[in-house]
C-alpha cells in the first residue's frame, strides 16, 4: 500500500474530487499554504494499493494545470534602490507535486 500526497492549485480541487469519487478512491483535502507564494493551495492524501498509484497518478495529471501566478518579491531596506527590485514578477505553478510513500500499517477501528 502507499500513502500518495499530492499538492496542487486550489482551482483544480474541485475536479480533482470529482474524478476520484468517480474512481472509486479514497481521498483526505487539506487546505494548505505554498511556503513560498504563502497563499493557498490543496493537499490531497490518498491511500491507496499498490496496482491503483498508476491510476491515482493519471487522474491528477489530467487535472491538474500548469499556471502563471504573479508574485512581489519582498525589498529588504539594506538593498540598493533600483525601482525594478518591487515589481511583480510571474512565476509557474504546478501542475501538481506528488510524493508517493510506502505505507507501513494501515487501520481502520
Ligand atoms: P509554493 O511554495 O508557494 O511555490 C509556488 C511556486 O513558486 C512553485 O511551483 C515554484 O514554481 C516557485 N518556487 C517555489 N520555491 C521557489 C524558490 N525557492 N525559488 C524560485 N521559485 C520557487 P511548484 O514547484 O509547482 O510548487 C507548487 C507548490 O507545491 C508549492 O507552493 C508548495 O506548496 C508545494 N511544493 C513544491 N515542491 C515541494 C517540496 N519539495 N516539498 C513540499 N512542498 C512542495
Known sequence: MKMI???????????LSNA???ANIRATKLSSTGGFLRSGNTTFLVGVDDDRVD???SI??????ARGQFMTPQVSMDASMDASASYPVEVQVGGATVFVLPIEQ???F
Open 5 to 15: 500526497i499530492a499538492i496542487i492549485q486550489d482551482k483544480d480541487s474541485n475536479v
Open 20 to 22: 476520484f469519487i468517480e
Open 55 to 57: 491510476d491515482v497518478l
Open 60 to 65: 491528477i495529471k489530467k487535472t491538474s494545470h
Open 106 to 108: 494501515f487501520h481502520q
